[in-house]
């Protein structure tokens, strides 16, 4: 188990500022392992009906965590996660939780309290470069090929079949628990054309027919991505000229999940799927400056050098 020092403060951080912090990330990003390396926690892993039944009186169990940090992973599997969090943030802020779930805490039918006001969120990304050195692996053509997920990234070889695994369980376990689609072997197409094609400038009307889908479906379907903040959604304009017809939204999906060459048609593709990744990459650099104050143009100009 390689220790995720970046994470790791990140967490540290928030609770600094709110006691219970919501950790989201997609399935099998990594959301186990900086958990577990806090210091001084107690780990409960909410998936094992054991656990489930230590948390059916909250208040006793906030009684008996006084003073302690308290994590609790895939938190969505209780039967009233909502309650637990907000008792806790109202009646014991002395009791700090670090809650993971593989979604926002509003995409949730459970959550029938999103808690404003009353935590942090921390999304966990899929591989940042400081990840890299964490895994003593800092290639980054292996991270653009094999995508963001640990498990992918430190894999000898190319575990192709692990990755349609990893996006059947994505549509059972994530997607279909929140919004009940329909139709899974277009959903599965969108999402492998939206991998191949990601950091590119997006149009529906393109994917409609390949997903045998109307252009509605296919906005519906970049809704349900979006949610769990699997998609991120960039519109190229400047902030600081005369309004004009902006460019066409940027959709981001690429080695941030799962291989890009796999769902591309192999390696022949990879010069071409490595280029939408190196672009995915400077878009997310070009996000961060812009929140400073400088116009996306600008931001562009400076994140691509």
């Not at 600094?16 to 392992?33: C, D, M, N, P, Y």
């Not at 029938?112 to 921390?122: E, Q, S």
Request: with cysteine; net charge positive.
């Amino acid at each position: 188990m390689f220790p995720r020092e970046f994470w790791i403060r990140k967490i540290e951080q928030a609770w600094q500022e709110r006691s219970i912090v919501w950790l989201a990330g997609v399935r099998r990003v990594g959301k186990t392992v900086p958990s577990r390396s806090l210091s001084d926690v107690e780990y409960y892993d909410c998936e094992l009906p054991r656990v489930r039944r230590v948390f059916e009186d909250p208040e006793a169990f906030l009684r008996e965590s006084h003073g302690k940090r308290v994590v609790l992973d895939e938190i969505h599997r209780l039967m009233n996660p909502s309650e637990l969090l907000k008792i806790a943030a109202d009646h014991f802020p002395d009791v700090r939780i670090l809650a993971t779930g593989s979604s926002t805490l509003g995409a949730s039918a459970k959550f029938r309290d999103t808690l404003a006001g009353r935590k942090r969120n921390l999304w966990l990304t899929p591989m940042v470069l400081a990840d890299l050195a964490a895994f003593k692996r800092e290639d980054l053509y292996r991270r653009l090929l094999r995508g963001g997920l640990p498990q992918f990234f430190l894999a000898e070889s190319l575990p192709e079949r692990d990755f349609q695994e990893w996006m059947d369980a994505y549509w059972a376990k994530d997607i279909q628990e929140l919004f009940r689609l329909e139709r899974r072997a277009s959903f599965q197409k969108f999402v492998e054309l939206l991998v191949a094609q990601s950091g590119g400038i997006f149009e529906a009307t393109r994917f409609a027919a390949p997903c045998e889908v109307t252009r509605t479906a296919i906005s519906n379907y970049l809704k349900v991505l979006e949610r769990p903040r699997s998609l991120r959604t960039w519109s190229v304009h400047s902030a600081h000229i005369a309004p004009r017809r902006s460019s066409p939204p940027r959709r981001c999906l690429p080695s941030t999940l799962v291989s890009s060459v796999t769902f591309a048609g192999g390696m022949s593709c990879a010069k071409r799927i490595l280029g939408h990744c190196g672009s995915t990459l400077s878009l997310t650099r070009c996000r961060r400056i812009s929140r400073r104050g400088k116009s996306t143009t600008g931001a562009i100009n400076e994140g691509t050098k």
